[in-house]
Structures are given as C-alpha cells and as structure tokens.
C-alpha cells in the first residue's frame, strides 16, 4: 500500500463517526470524529451506543472482520474493535458504515493501555482473533494472553467475563494454556486443537479473518480457547 493511500485512510478515519482515536500514547485522550476530545471510559453505552446491551471487544482486531461479522449475527450486542493500526481500522468502520451497523465502534489505541479508555467491569467478553503470536526468544510477554495483559483484561471485565482466543499458532495457544494453569484466579472452559475436524461448538467460530483464511489454505489448523480470569 503506497503512503499516499494510508494518509488518505487516515484523514478518513478522522471523519468517521464510529471510530475514536488516542493520537499520542503520551498524552492518553480520546477524540471522536470532529476532533474533539471524548471521555468514553465507563460511557461507551451510554454516550455511543445508547443502549444497555453487553459489550464485546476484539483486541488487535486488524482490519475488523471479526468486530463486524459478529456485529451482524447479534445485533443485540455491542461490539468494539481495538487495534493501534488506523488503515486496519479504516476497511472495518467502512464496512460496518456500509453495512449500517449501529451496534459497532473503533478504538485506535495501544491495547496495553485500554484501561485508560475502558471502564471497569464495562466488557462482558474479550476476543483474540489471530493476533501476532510474538514467537521470537524474549518477546513472550506482548503476547495478548500474557499474564500483564490478563491482568489489565481484568480491570475492564466483569466478572466471570469470558476471553477467547482464536490462533493458527501453537506456540500461543500452548503459552496460554501454560498462564491459565499457573494462574488460580483463571479457569479454563473450552479448548480445541483443530475447531474444524468436526462440527463447531460454537457459531461465531465460523466466522474468518483475512489471516485465518490464509492459514487454512496452506494447511494450518486452528485452536481456540475460552476462559475466565
């Protein structure tokens, strides 16, 4: 994608009403799409979605296939996508737009500041679609399901609220298994190696990112796990 394209995606996302953005991780604020600072933490219902319905989030959503195919199918849910990168955000909020979804949202943020942004006890459910498994020596504590992250899912859950996590890759789906039984305050609910060797469990595990379809054609399979913390 040339740098032209992403500036225009990125004078775009400033125009769009379902996305709100944190410029600067030094200066943690949010603006809405006139530019003008917003305080969402504990009013995402309330001031966005006008509704009490349960909140969802889809953490490094990438380009929000998930955010928005679940979206769809539930619309009686409230869904946000978070992800640091705006030409990801940019195809889901112009998706959910074109798709008239009013129960979707897009924050532009540093997920390992989503405490600052989101309340507590404000999510229901946490989703991990596919996110960068940090496979390299070092680097195990940015994965999403590390123990600093699990604990800041923690703040913004209610409790008994679910995580999932839906990876091709079984170096993390392995590490997460590992932080769920050294940690007594998480309880493992389901987890399958292959979620495609037979009927799925659960309907929203038929819905694929970009990435997941890439996968399954060079031959990966995909695990998937649910748990509380």
């Given at each position: 994608?040339?740098?032209?394209?992403?500036?225009?995606?990125?004078?775009?996302?400033?125009?769009?009403?379902?996305?709100f953005q944190?410029?600067?991780?030094?200066?943690?604020?949010?603006?809405?799409?006139?530019?003008?600072?917003?305080?969402?933490?504990?009013?995402?219902?309330?001031?966005?979605?006008?509704?009490?319905?349960p909140?969802?989030?889809?953490?490094?959503?990438?380009?929000?296939?998930?955010?928005?195919?679940?979206?769809?199918n539930?619309?009686?849910?409230?869904?946000?996508?978070?992800?640091?990168?705006?030409?990801r955000?940019?195809?889901?909020?112009?998706?959910a737009?074109?798709?008239?979804?009013?129960?979707?949202?897009f924050?532009?943020?540093r997920?390992?500041?989503?405490?600052l942004?989101?309340?507590?006890?404000?999510?229901?459910?946490?989703?991990?679609?596919?996110?960068?498994p940090?496979l390299?020596?070092g680097k195990?504590?940015?994965?999403?399901?590390?123990?600093?992250?699990?604990d800041?899912?923690?703040?913004?859950?209610?409790?008994?609220?679910?995580v999932?996590l839906?990876?091709?890759?079984?170096?993390?789906?392995?590490?997460?298994?590992?932080?769920?039984k050294?940690?007594?305050?998480?309880?493992?609910?389901?987890?399958?190696?292959?979620?495609?060797?037979?009927?799925?469990d659960?309907?929203?595990?038929?819905?694929?990112?970009?990435y997941?379809?890439?996968?399954l054609?060079?031959g990966?399979t995909?695990?998937?796990?649910?748990?509380t913390?």
């Amino acid at each position: 994608m040339s740098g032209k394209n992403k500036l225009k995606k990125f004078a775009d996302l400033s125009t769009f009403p379902n996305v709100f953005q944190n410029h600067d991780v030094r200066q943690p604020e949010l603006v809405d799409y006139n530019d003008e600072k917003v305080e969402m933490k504990g009013n995402w219902k309330t001031d966005y979605f006008k509704n009490d319905h349960p909140l969802i989030l889809e953490l490094a959503c990438g380009k929000g296939e998930y955010t928005v195919g679940m979206a769809q199918n539930n619309p009686d849910i409230n869904y946000i996508g978070v992800d640091i990168k705006g030409n990801r955000i940019w195809k889901g909020a112009t998706d959910a737009m074109d798709l008239k979804l009013k129960n979707v949202a897009f924050l532009r943020t540093r997920i390992e500041q989503i405490e600052l942004f989101v309340g507590p006890n404000e999510v229901d459910e946490i989703w991990i679609t596919f996110a960068d498994p940090f496979l390299k020596k070092g680097k195990a504590n940015r994965r999403l399901t590390a123990p600093p992250f699990l604990d800041r899912y923690r703040k913004i859950l209610k409790p008994g609220g679910l995580v999932h996590l839906k990876t091709d890759e079984k170096q993390l789906s392995d590490f997460t298994l590992e932080v769920i039984k050294e940690d007594p305050a998480t309880n493992l609910l389901y987890y399958k190696e292959d979620i495609y060797s037979e009927p799925l469990d659960f309907p929203e595990l038929e819905i694929k990112t970009y990435y997941e379809r890439m996968h399954l054609v060079k031959g990966k399979t995909i695990k998937y796990l649910r748990f509380t913390i």
